[in-house]
């Protein structure tokens, strides 16, 4: 296992609530990203971060926000939850060790259902 | 920007036949990597295998390869001898040259028939 842990595993919540979710690593990697995956998208890059406070945008970032004040945490928040956010989320790090076939590891997903 | 195309969203094979899930890309980038990963029922995500832009030979991890052809910009995965434990959702996806974002395909799901 790559020291990735996400929480909550499982997460209900009604729309306009903010909702925040954690990505936790033990690994020191670099890299952290935030993905989403809903069928027929396959996953989408919503933000990700390359060191502490050093955050951008990915391919899916409106309606979220992302910080990271430690190297091990990584924070996903909707700041006022909508339906066409109920999906599942993704955490994956990687190392950023400029080694070029470095691979992602993934954490074991959040639900999200926004009812 | 970069894009990942899987035109296959779903397949059958015969167990113990070989199979190619198709990949094509589209990037500006001169280097670049191009991964493999494999999502099975319960969900989590299982790197398959590497390939480097100006890797010469097609990478190999058992009894994956990957059929890189550079020019026509595609990146096909084989699986020989199908397993049952190979039916799952399989995603392409290409590292950009900065090496800070993977971006993915919409996945290609594979069923092993015994």
């Known amino acids: 296992d790559a020291g990735i842990t996400q929480s909550p595993r499982h997460k209900v919540t009604e729309t306009g609530t903010p909702v925040t979710l954690r990505c936790h690593q033990t690994?020191?990697?670099?890299?952290m990203y935030w993905y989403r995956q809903d069928p027929g998208h396959g996953l989408r890059l919503i933000h990700y971060?390359?060191?502490?406070?050093?955050?951008d945008k990915g391919e899916v970032s409106d309606g979220y926000s992302v910080s990271r004040s430690k190297t091990e945490d990584f924070l996903l928040t909707l700041e006022s939850a909508t339906s066409s956010q109920t999906s599942v989320y993704f955490c994956?790090?990687?190392?950023?060790?400029?080694?070029?076939?470095?691979?992602?590891?993934f954490g074991s997903g959040t639900q999200l259902s926004v009812l | 920007a970069q894009k990942i195309t899987q035109t296959q969203p779903g397949m059958f094979v015969q167990e113990k036949e070989a199979v190619t899930l198709d990949c094509t890309y589209d990037?500006?980038?001169?280097?670049?990597?191009l991964f493999w990963y494999k999502q099975p029922s319960s969900g989590e995500m299982i790197f398959l295998i590497y390939?480097?832009?100006?890797?010469?030979q097609n990478a190999t991890e058992g009894r994956y390869s990957l059929n890189f052809q550079k020019a026509r910009k595609s990146a096909n995965l084989v699986i020989s001898a199908s397993q049952l434990g190979d039916s799952a959702m399989y995603f392409c996806?290409?590292?950009?040259?900065?090496?800070?974002?993977?971006?993915f395909g919409g996945g290609t799901r594979l069923m092993v028939k015994p």
């Open positions: 994956a790090i990687r190392p950023g060790t400029g080694t070029y076939n470095e691979k992602l590891f």
């Open positions: 690994e020191n990697h670099r890299y």
């Open positions: 971060s390359y060191g502490v406070k050093d955050t």
């Open positions: 990037t500006s980038d001169q280097s670049y990597g």
């Open positions: 390939q480097g832009s100006y890797d010469e």
């Open positions: 996806a290409i590292l950009n040259n900065a090496g800070n974002m993977l971006t």
